[in-house]
């Protein structure tokens, strides 16, 4: 018996090319891709893709709240995440705690940055060389499972 | 996804809470098809239950600009289930177990170029649905490696005729694991990471 087979794609598919979510409608032209009028972006719901509104937030980005920040906001959303985030969180896990999706969470979480009420503490991402001793940490760490 | 009024959101139990010494996080990716493992892979090694974040996107329709009201947007939520392993005092692992087909999630920056790497799981029944997957990580020069999920029905192919049938390059390691175990669990993640490392010195060394 053998296994289906991988085609690799050639030429490489530009990889920003938008999901196509539904056949082209009438009149439309098939070329549309082309079109910077019709750049099909996808967007975050809330994002609305005015980057720069929003801290730059990760999954995986550590909350804390500050030891000495008042209690004072008025959103219950924002009272929520202050409470939750007594620890560090991350980012993803205050969006499953509250029920809310990462974007809705990262629009809180610039507010309640800029009043200085939380600390975020950035993870540390993939780069061209992954540092020695990140790595040798995590097998260490996954050594004691 | 509706937030839960504050009366009945339940926080992480006070075991899950992080020390405050930790410092930062680092992140890896499983993906694969509906149903082939990854939140049990997720639950297998996680310290606290698999947990799950939704994002919702939409697809700005044709049009906008000359044609008020006829706009078209389509709005897609896709959610994945992460869990969490501390390293250290100051180090945390997070999994995030995201669905293969979804070509949303290559819009979503960060989260694949940020983690450390991806483990792509298969079932040897539906081995296609990962085709797609593992070009876009090769595009994207995410290191991955591949864990075939042991199902008791499906077909059993050697390492090889998977590596032919993937197109896969030498390096990159291919495994067999059971999800469902932990310690089988974590040996794939260890397998990522002794990838990584070889990536590493390769690199230093040219
Ligand atoms: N026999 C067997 N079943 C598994 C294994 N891993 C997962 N399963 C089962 O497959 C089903 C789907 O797994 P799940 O983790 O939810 O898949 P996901 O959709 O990729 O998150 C569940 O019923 C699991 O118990 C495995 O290694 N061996
Ligand atoms: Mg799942």
């Known amino acids: 018996m053998t296994p289906p087979q991988r085609r690799r794609r050639y030429p490489k598919e530009e990889f920003t090319e938008p999901p196509r979510e539904r056949p082209p409608q009438e009149g439309e032209e098939d070329g549309e891709e082309e079109d910077p009028k019709n750049p099909g972006r996808l967007y975050l719901?809330?994002?609305?893709?005015?980057?720069?509104?929003?801290?730059?937030?990760?999954?995986?980005?550590?909350?804390?709240?500050?030891?000495?920040?008042?209690?004072?906001?008025?959103?219950?959303?924002?009272?929520?995440?202050?409470?939750l985030c007594q620890?560090?969180?991350?980012?993803?896990?205050?969006?499953?705690?509250?029920?809310?999706?990462?974007?809705?969470?990262?629009?809180?979480?610039?507010?309640?940055l800029a009043a200085e009420l939380v600390q975020a503490r950035a993870p540390i991402v993939r780069s061209a060389l992954p540092d020695r001793s990140l790595l040798e940490a995590v097998m260490h760490g996954l050594q004691k499972l | 996804?509706?937030?839960?009024?504050?009366?009945?959101?339940?926080?992480?139990?006070?075991?899950?809470?992080?020390?405050?010494?930790?410092?930062?996080?680092?992140?890896?990716?499983?993906?694969?098809?509906?149903?082939?493992?990854?939140?049990?892979?997720?639950?297998?090694?996680?310290?606290?239950?698999?947990?799950?974040?939704?994002?919702?996107?939409?697809?700005?329709?044709?049009?906008?600009?000359?044609?008020?009201?006829?706009?078209?947007?389509?709005a897609t939520t896709v959610a994945m289930d992460f869990g969490r392993i501390s390293i250290t005092e100051r180090l945390v692992l997070y999994l995030f177990g995201t669905p293969g087909q979804e070509r949303f999630w290559f819009l979503w920056n960060g989260l694949f170029e940020g983690a450390l790497g991806a483990v792509v799981l298969i079932d040897t029944r539906r081995l296609e649905v990962s085709f797609?997957?593992?070009?876009?990580?090769?595009?994207?020069?995410?290191?991955?490696?591949?864990?075939?999920?042991?199902?008791?029905?499906?077909?059993?192919?050697?390492?090889?005729?998977?590596?032919?049938?993937?197109?896969?390059?030498?390096?990159?390691?291919?495994?067999?694991?059971?999800?469902?175990?932990?310690?089988?669990?974590?040996?794939v993640l260890m397998t990522l990471m002794h990838f990584l490392y070889s990536l590493t010195m390769s690199q230093a060394h040219t």
């Open chain 1, 45 to 83: 719901l809330t994002g609305g893709g005015e980057a720069g509104e929003r801290a730059d937030l990760d999954l995986v980005t550590l909350i804390v709240a500050r030891a000495d920040a008042p209690t004072p906001t008025t959103q219950p959303e924002q009272s929520a995440l202050l409470r």
């Open chain 1, 87 to 112: 620890a560090p969180l991350s980012v993803a896990e205050l969006s499953a705690y509250l029920n809310l999706p990462f974007s809705v969470v990262t629009v809180l979480l610039t507010e309640l």
């Open chain 2, 1 to 74: 996804m509706d937030f839960k009024s504050s009366e009945t959101i339940t926080g992480p139990r006070a075991e899950d809470h992080l020390p405050h010494t930790a410092q930062a996080a680092v992140k890896i990716v499983i993906v694969g098809g509906f149903g082939v493992g990854k939140t049990t892979m997720v639950g297998a090694v996680s310290e606290i239950k698999p947990l799950t974040t939704e994002e919702t996107m939409t697809q700005a329709g044709i049009g906008i600009d000359d044609n008020y009201g006829s706009e078209t947007k389509t």
């Open chain 2, 132 to 187: 797609d997957v593992i070009g876009r990580l090769e595009e994207r020069g995410v290191p991955f490696v591949v864990a075939m999920n042991t199902f008791p029905d499906a077909p059993s192919y050697p390492i090889e005729d998977l590596r032919a049938a993937l197109d896969l390059s030498e390096d990159i390691p291919i495994v067999q694991c059971d999800a469902r175990r932990r310690a089988s669990s974590r040996d």
